[in-house]
Every structure is written in C-alpha cells, then in structure tokens.
C-alpha cells in the first residue's frame, strides 16, 4: 500500500501579504455601497476565511458603530494565489429607520481582513444607520 500525498493546508492571510482598497462610495436610492478588496500582494498562496471586521469612526478614531455582519449561508473559504483579489462590501442606509429621518453620524470605513488583527482606515466614509458587512468572495 503506498501513501498519498496530500498537500499542506495553506496557512492563513497575514497583513504583511495582502493589499487593502476600496472603490468610490456608491449610491442607489437611500442606500450607500463600499466595495473593499483584498489582494495577495505576497509569493506564495494564503487562505482568507469569513467576514471582515468593519467599524464607522469619527475624525478622532472613536468607533461610532460596529458593523454588523450581513447573513449568509455560510462563511466562505478563499485560497488567493499571488495576484488574486477577494471582495467584500459594506452597506449602510442614508435614512434612519427608527425616525424616518437623515442618519444623523457619517463614520469613517475601518477595516480588517478576516483572521487579521491590523485595522486600515480607508478613504471613505458611510452613514453609521443599518449598516452590514458580506463575507470575502
């Protein structure tokens, strides 16, 4: 009987392999869209895994909101290979729905890649009301 080979896992994204950005702040109606992307900047494959953390800051860092996580089947499991890109956005409402007004706070966009604790804060700022994170895809 002969053993099989069977590849090592890939070990986990570090800060020091990926790239973070993000694009323009969308908008569709009442709702505000950030797209973020996390690139492989590194020579070898690493492995992201589920949701990114996301916080809304004021000027000074002080953390306005959480960002929740948006619902999902499940959390997904990426293998980037040097190059590749995985994406996830964050969401939030212009309209508070509490009080049917404006969201009274804009917070800066904090982000960290999943399984990573280095916190970027990027060139982008949403509304803090409803506001949600997707996992990487």
Excluded: W
Excluded at 20 to 26: A, L
Excluded at 69 to 74: F, G, N, V
Excluded at 80 to 103: E, V, W, Y
């Amino acid at each position: 009987m002969s053993a099989t080979n069977v590849p090592a896992e890939l070990g986990l994204c570090t800060d020091a392999d990926l790239a973070i950005s993000n694009g323009d702040v969308e908008s569709a109606d009442t709702m505000r869209r950030l797209a973020v992307s996390f690139k492989n900047t590194s020579s070898h494959p690493c492995t992201l895994v589920g949701y990114p953390g996301a916080d809304l800051v004021t000027a000074a860092g002080g953390v306005l909101v959480h960002v929740d996580r948006r619902p999902a089947a499940a959390a997904h499991r990426l293998t980037l290979n040097p190059g590749d890109t995985a994406n996830a956005d964050i969401q939030a409402s212009a309209i508070d729905t509490a009080s049917g007004k404006a969201c009274p706070r804009i917070g800066t966009v904090v982000i960290t890649a999943p399984g990573v604790g280095v916190a970027h804060t990027l060139n982008a700022a949403l509304p803090i009301c409803n506001a949600t994170v997707s996992s990487v895809d």
